[in-house]
């Protein structure tokens, strides 16, 4: 009886994504099946994991995500490793607690390729009870106060819901590894003459306990941390 020998298959490469969405992670295990399943179709998960014990890293990978491991903890360190490891033209960034859904960066997405603005910010709308604690609203307030004053942006919130273009972005030379790494995004784009634009989007309660923002200890080391920031010259970088 003669054998059939299947003919070999085709080697299937995987389209570059279209966006990249970097998604800073630490004990995440029980948000990212919502994060994940929130990606829109054609973007790429870009999990950074900033020394989960919980099995993020694993339930990620599950998930078809990509994942990144930062050994260096700092919400800064973890999103320059995630832009570092983007590929896409555009690179996004989300919270990886379910406090933010990604598929809202769509829009965001649609208006740099349209040429209209250079960096789109989310600005936080809470929805719920609890899902943006006072001291964190008042603190955030106050620093986008001191951002108008040094820039001239009137900005209203400095939340991790933005999106960009990935080279010019790795231009900026993003220093800071801490809290106050997204202002910094923000600072330097507008000393390089961005179009900077802000939307006002949903912001739920988060799920797990907060590592920041929801402690009046991670709020104040986020002003300081943001402060320093402003305090820098143009250009300054990150001791």
Request: one cysteine or more; aromatic letters at 4%; proline letters at 7%.
């Amino acid at each position: 009886m003669s054998s059939v020998t299947s003919p070999p298959h085709d080697r299937v490469v995987a389209a570059p994504p279209d966006v990249d969405v970097v998604l800073p992670c630490l004990n995440e295990a029980a948000a990212l099946p919502w994060v994940l399943a929130r990606i829109p179709d054609g973007w790429r998960a870009v999990v950074v994991d900033n020394g989960s014990t919980d099995g993020s890293a694993q339930i990620a990978r599950a998930l078809g995500a990509s994942v990144v491991r930062e050994e260096r903890r700092g919400f800064g360190a973890a999103c320059h490793a995630g832009l570092s490891a983007a590929t896409a033209d555009i690179v996004c960034f989300c919270d990886c607690d379910a406090s933010l859904d990604p598929a809202l960066l769509v829009p965001f997405v649609a208006e740099l390729r349209s040429g209209a603005a250079d960096l789109v910010l989310g600005r936080r709308r809470p929805r719920g009870r609890g899902a943006w604690p006072a001291h964190a609203r008042a603190g955030n307030l106050a620093l986008a106060r001191l951002l108008r004053r040094r820039t001239g942006l009137r900005l209203h919130d400095l939340g991790p819901l933005r999106a960009a273009h990935r080279v010019p972005l790795l231009g900026l030379g993003l220093t800071d590894r801490r809290s106050g790494y997204p202002l910094e995004m923000v600072v330097r784009a507008a000393d390089a003459g961005w179009r900077i634009a802000e939307h006002d989007v949903p912001y739920l309660p988060r799920t797990g306990v907060s590592k920041v923002t929801g402690t009046w200890r991670g709020t104040w080391q986020t002003v300081r941390d943001m402060r320093r920031v402003l305090a820098r010259p143009a250009g300054g970088a990150a001791e």
